[in-house]
Every structure is written in structure tokens, then in C-alpha cells.
């Protein structure tokens, strides 16, 4: 059986290779995570007031775009609409539960939109599919999925080219008929190129649906290979993943990740080829903490010295010791070494392992040369058949990335 060859523009999603997600919406304002309203039992009439108090007098559009940026994001995905059912955008008259009706007055999306067309940055909007503030959701489905469906037309028709779609919801009924197939084909219609996703949730990660779908989620988990012979198309993958445990912000969560756990996962993500779509939620009226900022600079900091392995490298089959792995673009290998020691004084810092060979098997292609992509160094090499074995030299003291990614040039 044979693998399908991917569209253009999806390969192009997937060398993008790492996103931020931004969850924001009236939830923020409460600071207890964005399903604060199924989970807390709020009532629906005393909830909605938030619309009220929803000034986004913090939210600037090119600060997040540049954050993400800095950090070696190339696409940014924004909660248009989350479960709560409000839009950060404007309904045109569908519904008055949107920003241009509450005290912000703007239209937060368009904002977001030109932000990143300034700056080269990929915007992808998510949708709710599932709305606790619209009544026929649960009253009269087919009125809800015409209301939902013209809610996405709008999207498609008054931001300029988008990225794709991101939807979220249909694991809420899945034995409802949510008509996917005409909100797809609208999508076609005004936006031919962009990735559509439909968030298969926690209980069934990786799982393809309708076959317009063009990327698989693994909402936060660790993406496994994806199998494609047989697929009647390629799709690609993508792990999205907070940055401590609510998309939403959420006051009295300090468990954020660390710098390592986030590098590790963007790294375990593209081992497979997936992109990894990492979290953050802007506080009440749309503002970064700082604490987030810094751990995306933080981030930024290692993409700066690493980001081609991460953007140009392909999933490639050899064996490396313990997490090492390699990924081969078009003309090179990229070395993915974790925990390499430091180099220095027995005095101050703890030897972890010598410098010397660190091997991967399974390596067919021929290697020239070998170097750091951070400070270049050669490394010596030997290649046996199809036995790769490195002189991984350790960080020079003063140094310590998580992860460390050496090129091997092919001859
Ligand atoms: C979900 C949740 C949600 C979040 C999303 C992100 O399925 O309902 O709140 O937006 O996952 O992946």
C-alpha cells in the first residue's frame, strides 16, 4: 500500500511546525479556567454579564503576534468563539453576543488578523462547534448549525487568507449529524488552501474524520507516527498542549511547565512530524503575563539557536540511544541529543557523561560532516555500514539548552 503524497498547502502547515494557541473570551475575567461555567454550575443570565465588563483594554494585537514571533511561532491560533458563545469578532447582525457590543467595541479578530499579516505570522482561527449561551443549541439543532455555519462564513469572508480553521465541540454529541460536509464545502468556497481541523478531544486523540479534514489532533498528549499507507489523502498532525493546566486563564494555577518540558515536547512532537500548538491564556482584558512572556522567551532563546531542525526536519527511521533521534531535511540530518553533560570542573558541576560516542543505527544516508548548530563545532564521527556513531562533545560551560541539535551535512 502506498502513502499519499501531500497537497502543498499541507506540507506547508506542517513545516510551520510550531504554533501558539490563545485562548481568551468573557471566561478570562473570572480566572478560573475557560470552562468555568459548566464546571462552577454558573447560571447563563448572571454569566452573560461579563459581556459587560469586557473592556480588552490590554489586548494589543501586534505585542502578541510579536511574542510569538520572538519565540519562533509561525502561526498563531485565536479562540474566535469558545463553548461560552461569545465571539471576539463581529457577527455582522447574527448575534449581539460579540465584542463589537460590549464595551471593547472593536472587532479583536480583525485586529488579530492584521497583526499577523504584518508581521509573516499564519493566522488560524478556532470555532466553538459546541455554544452553551445559544438556546437552539440544544432546541432546534438545524437552526444552531445555520447559525454556526453562517458564523464561520463570516470568518472565511472578512479576514483576508486564514491559515485554517480549528473546531472544537463535536465530541459534545457524537451521534448528531453536524453536517460537516456543507460546512466544509462553504470553507472550500471562500478559502481553498486553509487547514480544516475538528478537535477529536482527549478520549479519541489522532483519530481522522470527514475526509476534508487536514490535520489530526492530540490534544495534550504525545503524538504517535502516523500510519498513512491506504489514506486516500495526507494528513498531517498537530499537539496542542497548555502551558500549565487550563487553556483558559486560570489564577490559582502556578503548575506551569518548565522551559525543558516545553522544548521536549516541541522536540518529541516533530520526531513524528506533528506540530506542536502550545497554550497561553491572556488575562482578563487580553494581557500576557509576565510570567508566560518569559517562558516563551525562554523558548524564543532555543529557536534561535535550533530552529531549522525544528522547521525543516522530516521524521526519519533510525534508532538513537535513550530519547535521542534524527530528522533529515532536504540535504542534512538533524541530531537531537537530550541531557548532554557540561563541560568544566569536577568542583562545580556534576559529570553526567563523558564526552564519546553516542550511536544511532539505521542511518543509511552518507554523512560528510558533523557540527552544533549552536556554536558550530565539528564533531568526529564514525560511519559503519549503516552505524552512526557521534562524538557528541558536552555543552561549553556556561551552557545548557534542554536539547542539543547537531547538522550532519550529506556527501
Ligand atoms: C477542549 C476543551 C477546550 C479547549 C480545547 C483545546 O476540547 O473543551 O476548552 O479549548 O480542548 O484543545
Given at each position: 500500500m502506498s502513502i499519499p503524497v501531500p497537497k502543498q498547502y499541507i506540507r506547508d502547515f506542517e513545516r510551520l511546525g510550531f504554533g501558539l494557541f490563545v485562548h481568551w473570551g468573557l471566561y478570562s475575567q473570572l480566572?478560573?479556567?475557560?470552562w468555568t461555567y459548566k464546571i462552577h454550575n454558573r447560571s447563563m443570565k448572571e454569566y452573560q454579564k461579563l459581556k459587560d465588563t469586557f473592556t480588552a483594554e490590554d489586548f494589543d494585537a501586534e505585542k502578541l503576534v510579536l511574542l510569538a514571533k520572538n519565540a519562533g511561532c509561525k502561526y498563531i491560533t485565536l479562540t474566535t468563539r469558545h463553548h461560552e458563545g461569545f465571539s471576539l469578532y463581529d457577527t455582522c447582525g447574527l448575534s449581539d453576543f460579540d465584542a463589537v457590543h460590549s464595551?471593547?467595541?472593536?472587532d479583536l479578530v480583525k485586529e488579530f488578523t492584521d497583526a499577523c499579516n504584518k508581521h509573516g505570522i499564519v493566522p488560524f482561527l478556532y470555532h466553538t462547534t459546541l455554544d452553551w449561551h445559544n438556546n437552539d443549541f440544544n432546541d432546534d439543532f438545524d437552526k444552531y448549525l445555520e447559525y454556526l455555519s453562517k458564523s464561520v462564513e463570516i470568518l472565511c469572508r472578512n479576514y483576508?487568507?486564514?491559515?485554517g480553521l480549528w473546531f472544537d465541540g463535536n465530541w459534545s454529541r457524537p451521534?448528531?449529524?453536524?453536517?460537516e460536509d456543507e460546512l466544509y464545502k462553504t470553507i472550500r468556497k471562500y478559502q481553498p488552501e486553509a487547514i480544516i481541523v475538528n478537535n477529536t478531544g482527549l478520549s479519541n486523540r489522532g483519530a481522522a474524520g470527514n475526509p476534508e479534514i487536514d490535520s489530526v489532533t492530540f490534544e495534550q498528549g504525545t503524538p504517535e507516527p502516523m500510519n498513512r499507507e491506504g489514506m486516500s489523502k495526507y494528513i498531517a498532525a498537530e499537539m496542542c498542549q497548555t502551558i500549565n493546566n487550563h487553556w483558559g486563564t486560570a489564577?490559582?494555577?502556578?503548575d506551569y511547565k518548565s522551559p525543558r518540558e516545553l522544548i521536549e515536547n516541541l522536540c518529541r512532537c516533530r520526531k513524528v512530524g506533528a506540530n506542536y500548538l502550545l497554550n497561553i491564556g491572556p488575562s482578563a482584558q487580553g494581557g500576557i503575563s509576565r510570567y508566560q512572556e518569559c517562558l516563551m522567551e525562554t523558548v524564543g532563546k532555543w529557536m534561535k539557536l535550533y530552529g531549522e531542525a525544528i522547521y525543516c526536519g522530516r521524521p526519519y527511521n533510525a534508532k538513537g540511544n535513550k530519547m535521542n533521534f534524527i530528522l533529515k531535511g532536504d540535504k542534512e540530518l538533524y541530531l537531537y541529543f537530550f541531557d548532554i553533560g557540561i563541560k568544566g570542573d569536577d568542583n562545580v558541576v556534576e559529570i553526567k557523561n563523558d564526552d564519546g560516542a553516542l550511536t544511532f543505527e539505521n542511518v543509511p544516508d552518507k554523512v560528510k560532516s558533523i557540527e552544533w548548530l549552536d556554536n558550530r563545532e565539528q564533531l568526529e564521527f564514525i560511519q559503519d555500514g549503516t552505524t552512526l556513531s557521534v562524538n557528541a562533545t558536552k555543552y561549553p560551560y556556561g551552557m545548557s539548552t534542554c536539547v542539543r541539535v547537531a547538522r550532519a551535512k550529506l556527501a
Open positions: 480566572g478560573q479556567g475557560e464595551p471593547a467595541g472593536r483576508g487568507k486564514i491559515g451521534d448528531a449529524d453536524w453536517k489564577d490559582l494555577d502556578i
